[in-house]
């Protein structure tokens, strides 16, 4: 169903993907720990992990987006042409985009974990 | 040129003896400049009139073409958005002067209820649904959207439960309880307004799912040749995202719906903390729905902003992948931001924290989308057209509300502001810079597609002006009034305390508001009929809709063109000439039939002839029925409820019995330049087994909320479940979740034997998964009743019969679709060749599956493991 790489809508918006999934888990951690313990430290810490990992993960879709888009190549950032080429640059260019996006999110998600110390 | 058989690769391998495209694709140039014979191209305008035209006489509101349901879509959202208006100057009337009594306090908790719902709910989104309806097939050059009965089911839908829950101002029995319906409020309410609320727009609801299935279908499957997915318009990409959203944002609501019945209805406490409920978790599932719904609103609104300003720049947009990742990263980091409109709720700092750094995040998106266009006006050559001023105005005013929306993410100005006029200041300029303005502006763009015929400037100008100071005079003072301390859903206020002048201001500038729009409405609604046709392109635009044939022959395309550009009506100079001559896809409808060109979603590669369903009253009688199994229980009338809803599924049967994947005439057809298509084809290449995935999508959705809902109480409540609580009893459970996955392989061999030709074992395991069924939703009842789980007496008992009462009605479904495929290959409707029916069926099955093993797992394992 994802079907190959360049071709897919859907490693389009994984970065996205993660962003969701990072926003999810960090939401549910804090709910859980501070209701149930509470426990600002393991709260902060649980994040801090999530958000390094969701980077990471951001890194390398964002690393394989900047390769399919291939801009190096050619300088070429418009792809309004009906080929597959302008096609997979396209989905690499607007994947990359996207990777951006979605670190800026991450970041900004987690950093509440930096400066506040408690769970009220 | 290549051979289109080579360049498909088969993927999907139990599909290897199905018909596969043959001959040419692309189409190379000597093939399109080859003149078509005029009597020929004679012949199939005939026979393509005949086919597109719309039912006579009274037979009219049974077209299903969206070109009408558009309109009626479009027109009846207006008027609705024109009441729920009325209603707003009605109550400036009562605040315009201090302790006025123009109004009860009663009437104006009704009137701002509905005012709210109104206009979010029977305009806002109905609104974006009723003009995708009408454009997106032009856009993409496609005859009509896929699923063309849909469209009508879910505008009739609309019209009967818009209605009822308008009317009921009427009655004084209205919704009092504020747009969103805070427990214990609303669940404490006298009177049938909350069920009103709660039932008819649950219906309304349904009906939006509906629409957004059709559209990410439209957007996804009936792209014409070539237009892969980087030369899109704009539009489309906007429809597919907020489709997208509509699946994600919707089911939460619907599943708060539910439960929110179910305690008015039977007395489940799921929102009453004196029995382990907690009013909060409706809070969260309305906001979940309700943050991502404003960008649902905003987006295919700001895409029309997308349409208009390279027509009026005279050239392409600038950042067209700019534009893309706005449209996506806003409508993904839209469902980060629900908890800041409950910052006052008392959630831990930290949590608070993320929802505002989200909040604050999802401005660089919804910014860049703003700087593209401005850049694109900036390199263009712009012509001030009508609709280009009121994109400019709808710009000026939502970058306004922009910025009192980044100071009220901020948790400590909101905790000031919270609740007071700010607010109402803030969200009026964000909606109507974000939907309304543009979506003038775009109906003033497109009415010459509409309608063939061109609004008058003047009177644009006119309304344009009025409405633009008016909307100032009335919101912008507002700011001021809340923070000089005015709470909102006050029906009056003292005098002398600073108020007075301001709320005056405001009230002056509601009716400078509405003799703006009332200009727009007469220049809308008056006659044009002595008034000369409009020309074929009058804004020079580039994209698709701008072929369209006047006067109106109701086909939508002669022929469904090859595209190769982002702005073919610019860059493809003779496509029009061969658009006319029926020089490109289908230019002819030989078996009489509606028919169009299924394309690949990423490459646009023809993969498939569509033959689309026409004019039909079973889909009218669908929604009255669908209406009547809403509408009745919110006045406690079960039994017609129950006969209404089988009535309805009666009439759904005879419609997808009598009009879908019916077996073709011939397994494939000539589509014109040298292509041969299948005119029949099963599994992810069909349109309709999309729209079972996106819908299972949005299902899944809601079950992913009920389950949010049993993680949430556990978070939140020390006694879920309470001390010595009665679990469900696992042997049943157990039961339950060995029968419903013996349905699911029953159904998933029968697909597959089936397909080998072995037709009677089919027929065995067809009839065998339903009975399946049936024992294992039996055995999942057992569970909770056996044991004696009383759903009354406590949130864990009823979240527990709430899981299993949404799993059985699902069982139901699932039952059903069994049920026709075994009588489909009864009476040779489903064959081995044509069995798309049973594919979808199948797919049904696997979401269903995943959704009865969770529900056993929730009520036979987790609660003692809590």
């Known amino acids: 169903m994802l079907g190959p790489r360049e071709s897919s809508l859907w490693h389009m918006i994984s970065a996205p993907t993660i962003w969701a999934l990072h926003f999810c888990v960090v939401y549910g951690w804090t709910a859980s720990v501070c209701a149930r313990g509470p426990d600002p430290a393991a709260a902060r810490l649980g994040i801090g992990i999530a958000t390094a990992v969701a980077l990471l993960g951001i890194a390398v879709v964002g690393w394989r987006a900047w390769r399919q888009w291939d801009y190096l190549d050619d300088y070429d950032y418009e792809h309004d042409g009906p080929s597959v080429e302008d096609r997979r640059e396209f989905l690499g260019h607007a994947g990359w985009l996207l990777a951006i996006v979605s670190a800026i999110g991450v970041i900004f998600v987690g950093m509440p974990a930096l400066f506040i110390e408690t769970c009220l | 040129m290549t051979d289109i058989t080579q360049s498909m690769s088969r993927r999907v391998l139990e599909n290897a003896d199905d018909a596969r495209p043959e001959g040419i694709y692309p189409p190379t140039e000597e093939m399109l400049d080859e003149p078509v014979d005029p009597e020929l ?114 505008y009739w839908s609309f019209l009967i439960g818009g209605i009822f829950v308008l009317s009921s101002v009427l009655f004084g029995i209205a919704p009092d309880s504020g747009w969103f319906m805070y427990p214990p409020l609303a669940t404490e309410s006298e009177g049938p307004g909350s069920d009103i609320w709660l039932l008819g727009l649950s219906f309304i609801e349904v009906a939006s799912i509906a629409a957004a299935v059709e559209l990410i279908v439209g957007v996804i499957k009936c792209r014409p040749p070539g237009m892969r997915i980087n030369l899109m318009p704009l539009y489309a990409w906007y429809v597919l995202v907020v489709g997208g959203m509509i699946l994600f944002a919707f089911p939460p609501l619907i599943a708060g719906d539910f439960l929110f019945e179910m305690q008015r209805s039977f007395d489940w406490p799921f929102f009453d903390p004196e029995r382990g409920g907690d009013p909060l978790l409706w809070q969260h599932l309305f906001w979940i729905f309700g943050h991502p719904e404003v960008y649902i609103i905003f987006l295919p609104s700001i895409a029309i902003a997308a349409m208009v300003i390279p027509t009026a720049a005279r050239r392409p947009i600038m950042g067209y992948n700019w534009i893309v990742l706005s449209a996506v990263g806003t409508g993904f980091l839209s469902f980060g931001l629900w908890v800041h409109h409950m910052f006052t709720t008392g959630l831990p700092s930290l949590s608070l924290g993320f929802f505002s750094a989200a909040s604050e995040a999802v401005v660089i998106p919804t910014g860049v989308q703003i700087f593209a266009f401005v850049a694109t006006l900036m390199v263009g050559r712009v012509r001030m057209i009508q609709p280009m001023l009121w994109i400019a105005g709808a710009v000026a005013i939502f970058t306004a509300g922009g910025l009192t929306g980044i100071m009220i993410a901020l948790a400590p100005f909101d905790w000031q502001v919270h609740d007071t006029y700010f607010i109402v200041a803030h969200l009026h300029y964000t909606l109507f810079g974000g939907m309304i303005f543009p979506i003038i502006g775009g109906v003033y763009y497109f009415y010459p597609f509409f309608a063939k015929k061109k609004m008058s400037d003047r009177l644009g100008r006119w309304s344009f002006w009025l409405t633009f100071t008016g909307f100032n005079l009335c919101f912008l003072p507002m700011h001021l009034t809340g923070l000089k301390g005015m709470p909102r859903r006050v029906f009056t206020y003292p005098g002398d305390i600073g108020w007075d002048w301001l709320n005056m201001v405001s009230t002056i500038g509601a009716f400078v508001v509405a003799s703006g729009i009332l200009v727009f409405a007469y220049d809308l609604l008056r006659p044009k009929s002595r008034q000369p046709l409009t020309e074929r392109n009058p804004w020079g635009g580039g994209t698709l809709e701008w072929a369209h044939d006047i006067p109106d022959p109701g086909w939508g395309s002669r022929s469904v063109p090859y595209i190769t550009s982002r702005y073919p009506l610019w860059d493809q100079p003779k496509l029009l000439e061969r658009m006319d001559a029926g020089r490109f896809y289908i230019p002819d409808a030989p078996e009489g039939l509606r028919e169009t060109i299924v394309t690949s979603a990423v490459d646009a590669v023809p993969q498939h002839v569509a033959r689309i369903t026409g004019p039909a009253w079973c889909t009218i009688w669908a929604a009255v029925f669908t209406g009547g199994a809403f509408i009745f229980p919110t006045f406690h009338m079960y039994p017609p409820a129950i006969v209404c809803g089988i009535l309805a599924i009666a009439c759904v049967i005879y419609w997808l019995w009598t009009s879908t994947a019916l077996v073709p005439e011939k397994p494939m057809k000539d589509a014109g330049l040298g292509l041969r298509l299948p005119t029949y084809v099963s599994g992810p290449r069909a349109p309709g087994w999309w729209g079972v995935f996106i819908t299972m999508l949005g299902d899944a959705t809601a079950f992913a909320s009920l389950i949010f809902g049993v993680f949430f109480y556990w978070t939140a409540r020390p006694d879920f479940p309470p001390e010595n609580a009665v679990h469900a009893d696992p042997a049943f459970a157990g039961l339950a979740a060995a029968a419903f996955a013996a349905s699911w392989a029953a159904t998933r061999i029968a697909r597959g034997v089936n397909r080998s030709g072995n037709v009677l074992t089919a027929r065995l395991l067809l009839g065998a998964a339903p009975l399946l069924g049936i024992a294992g939703a039996t055995a999942l009842v057992l569970a909770v009743w056996w044991p004696g789980l009383e759903p009354a007496t406590h949130v864990y008992p009823a979240m527990m019969w709430a899981l299993v009462v949404w799993t059985c009605a699902h069982v139901g479904a699932g039952v059903i679709m069994q049920g026709y495929c075994l009588a489909g290959s009864i009476f040779g409707k489903l064959t081995p060749r044509y069995d798309a029916d049973l594919w979808n069926t199948t797919l049904f099955w696997h979401f269903l599956v995943v959704t009865c093993l969770i529900t056993a797992a929730m009520i036979g394992i987790l609660p003692r493991m809590l």
């Open chain 2, 41 to 154: 191209r004679k012949a199939q305008e005939e026979r393509l009139r005949a086919v597109w035209a719309e039912p006579p006489g009274w037979r009219y509101w049974s077209a299903v073409n969206n070109s009408e349901v558009g309109a009626w879509y479009s027109l009846t959202a207006f008027a609705f958005m024109l009441a729920a208006g009325l209603l707003a100057l009605l109550m400036r009337v009562q605040l315009a002067v201090p302790e006025n009594d123009f109004l009860s306090a009663d009437t104006f908790n009704q009137f701002f209820t509905m005012h709210g719902s109104a206009m979010m709910f029977l305009f806002a989104v109905p609104m974006f649904e009723a003009i995708s309806i009408l454009l997106l097939p032009a856009f993409l050059g496609a005859r009509d959207m896929p699923f063309p009965r849909l469209s009508a089911y879910g």
